[in-house]
């Protein structure tokens, strides 16, 4: 019978069920922290006189930790278990609101607020979403990683505009302070739900399953995975993939819409509720994307993720005008179908390609991701300044996200290893990834 998901283990409290709900929680918490740091611009200016580049520097800190974190974080779940890392990430991202609440000096902001943050944040992403899925997970893996991928999407646009009244209401430090709170009512709801399968792989599991070397430090377990996984031309065209994500997603959209929309004559508010919209139905994209990666080709539904993504920025410079109107709104919507709906099928060619070492895979896949972002939020403000226009910028987008079309369709199936989910089989365990991927069929 075909069933959801893995049996509990034996002597594994909980379900696999269960656990995802907790991690939705811890994700959906954390997702909420990457929201406020664009709302506090404006306020640190006015009510500290600090200067939108110092309140920038720390964004960008919390940016690159964020990326970096990620990698090492999945690596130290095999050491420790998702629940400890769960808790401590929760632990972190609450200590940070609670001292940004105190700041007097910029550089207060880049430690609370970009290093504190960005490391909690980073280690219950997207990467913490693969984790729960590989270990608990055989069938519906693209479903539940769509799920748990969307509470993040959930953290971010939901509390948006609550943050916001809050901060109108009240103030900058009140809004932190409920963040704070935030997180430490999700911690004992996390610790109860969040647990980690024992005694091996799930029943169910495929036999390629590699299981990791839980001796090895988790740190020197990351820098060696990048190491063997930086052999293979998988995981950069992966890597380079999801860096054209990045660019795409929040190098060039959730950087740059709202000021070019402005540029158009538009509010600033009102392109904020069109994000708003766009993060609505990324949910939407994320959960059915997840549903089609397990019934059909990973790499076949990037490239079309990725052209139709470079269509729409293409278009974008034709329909910016001073109000919204339907060919507008029919962008949101479809931007927004697009958006997060390249990590499930992401992940999924991590684990074809590198198996139970594919969350820390992805991890510094994600990693790429937050290096293309940044490079391109920095190169389309220099574009504005050089050309007085973003126009340049939406269409390098989409030509870099056409040429992701073409990186996807490039990636080879693993042999002996099905793209989608494969047959239950009889599991087995190794201590290392391959020492190079096999040639295609």
Same mark, same amino acid.
């Given at each position: 019978?075909?069933?959801?998901?893995?049996?509990?283990?034996?002597?594994?409290?909980?379900?696999?069920?269960?656990?995802?709900?907790?991690?939705?929680?811890?994700?959906?918490?954390?997702?909420?922290?990457? &929201?406020?740091?664009?709302?506090?611009?404006?306020?640190? %200016?006015?009510?500290? *006189?600090?200067?939108?580049?110092?309140?920038?520097?720390?964004?960008?800190?919390?940016?690159?930790?964020?990326?970096?974190?990620?990698?090492?974080?999945?690596?130290?779940?095999?050491?420790? !278990?998702?629940?400890?890392?769960?808790?401590?990430?929760?632990?972190?991202?609450?200590?940070? =609101?609670?001292?940004?609440? &105190?700041?007097?000096?910029?550089?207060?902001?880049?430690?609370?607020?970009?290093?504190?943050?960005?490391?909690?944040?980073?280690?219950?992403?997207?990467?913490?979403?693969?984790?729960? /899925?590989?270990?608990?997970?055989?069938?519906?893996?693209?479903?539940?990683?769509?799920?748990?991928?969307?509470?993040?999407?959930?953290?971010?646009?939901?509390?948006?505009?609550?943050?916001?009244?809050?901060?109108?209401?009240?103030?900058?430090?009140?809004?932190?302070?409920?963040?704070?709170?935030?997180?430490? *009512?999700?911690?004992?709801?996390?610790?109860?739900?969040?647990?980690?399968?024992?005694?091996?792989?799930?029943? !169910?599991?495929?036999?390629?399953?590699?299981?990791?070397?839980?001796?090895? #430090?988790?740190?020197?377990?990351?820098?060696?995975?990048?190491? $063997? =996984?930086?052999?293979? !031309?998988?995981?950069?065209?992966?890597?380079?993939?999801?860096?054209?994500?990045?660019?795409?997603?929040?190098?060039?959209?959730?950087?740059?819409?709202?000021?070019?929309?402005?540029?158009?004559?538009?509010?600033?508010?009102?392109?904020?509720?069109?994000?708003?919209?766009?993060?609505?139905?990324?949910?939407?994209?994320?959960?059915?994307? *997840?549903?089609?990666?397990?019934?059909?080709?990973?790499?076949?539904?990037?490239?079309?993720?990725?052209?139709?993504? !470079?269509?729409?920025?293409?278009?974008?410079?034709?329909?910016?005008?001073?109000?919204?109107?339907?060919?507008?709104?029919?962008? /949101?919507?479809?931007?927004?179908?697009? #958006?997060?709906?390249?990590?499930?099928?992401?992940?999924?060619?991590?684990?074809?390609?590198?198996?139970?070492?594919?969350?820390?895979?992805?991890?510094?896949?994600?990693?790429?991701?937050?290096?293309?972002?940044?490079?391109? =939020?920095?190169?389309? *403000?220099?574009?504005?300044?050089?050309?007085?226009? %973003?126009?340049?910028?939406?269409?390098?987008?989409?030509?870099?996200?056409?040429?992701?079309?073409?990186?996807?369709?490039?990636?080879?199936?693993? $042999?002996?290893?099905?793209?989608?989910?494969?047959?239950?089989?009889?599991?087995?365990?190794?201590?290392?990834?391959?020492?190079?991927?096999?040639?295609?069929?």
């Amino acid at each position: 019978m075909k069933t959801f998901g893995p049996r509990p283990h034996p002597h594994t409290p909980g379900s696999p069920w269960t656990v995802a709900a907790g991690a939705a929680l811890a994700i959906v918490t954390a997702g909420a922290f990457s &929201t406020l740091a664009g709302l506090l611009v404006g306020p640190l %200016y006015e009510d500290l *006189g600090w200067s939108r580049a110092s309140v920038g520097l720390g964004s960008l800190v919390n940016m690159v930790v964020y990326g970096a974190s990620a990698p090492f974080a999945a690596a130290l779940m095999d050491r420790l !278990g998702m629940r400890r890392v769960a808790v401590g990430a929760l632990c972190l991202v609450g200590a940070g =609101a609670g001292l940004a609440t &105190t700041m007097t000096a910029p550089w207060q902001f880049v430690l609370y607020w970009g290093v504190l943050v960005g490391l909690g944040t980073g280690a219950v992403a997207t990467t913490f979403a693969a984790t729960v /899925t590989e270990r608990w997970f055989v069938a519906r893996r693209g479903l539940v990683t769509g799920l748990l991928t969307a509470a993040s999407v959930v953290g971010q646009f939901v509390f948006l505009p609550v943050l916001s009244w809050v901060i109108d209401a009240y103030s900058w430090r009140a809004a932190a302070t409920a963040l704070a709170l935030a997180a430490a *009512g999700a911690l004992p709801v996390v610790w109860a739900a969040v647990r980690d399968p024992r005694n091996g792989p799930a029943p !169910g599991e495929d036999a390629t399953r590699r299981a990791p070397d839980l001796r090895e #430090d988790a740190a020197r377990r990351a820098v060696r995975t990048l190491a $063997r =996984a930086a052999r293979h !031309g998988p995981f950069w065209l992966l890597a380079g993939t999801f860096a054209v994500c990045g660019a795409s997603t929040n190098g060039v959209m959730w950087t740059h819409f709202a000021p070019a929309a402005h540029d158009h004559g538009m509010p600033v508010t009102v392109a904020a509720s069109l994000l708003s919209l766009i993060g609505i139905f990324n949910v939407a994209g994320t959960v059915a994307s *997840g549903w089609l990666t397990d019934r059909a080709d990973p790499r076949r539904l990037l490239a079309v993720y990725y052209a139709l993504r !470079g269509l729409t920025l293409l278009a974008l410079p034709l329909l910016l005008t001073s109000a919204v109107d339907a060919p507008l709104v029919a962008f /949101t919507v479809v931007f927004g179908l697009l #958006d997060v709906a390249t990590v499930p099928p992401t992940i999924a060619l991590c684990r074809a390609h590198y198996g139970a070492g594919a969350p820390v895979v992805f991890g510094w896949v994600s990693a790429a991701h937050q290096v293309g972002a940044g490079a391109v =939020a920095f190169a389309g *403000g220099t574009a504005r300044d050089a050309f007085g226009s %973003y126009d340049p910028v939406w269409v390098g987008a989409g030509a870099l996200c056409a040429g992701a079309a073409l990186l996807a369709l490039t990636l080879s199936r693993p $042999r002996g290893r099905r793209v989608t989910p494969p047959a239950p089989a009889t599991p087995r365990r190794s201590r290392a990834l391959p020492a190079s991927p096999p040639p295609c069929r």
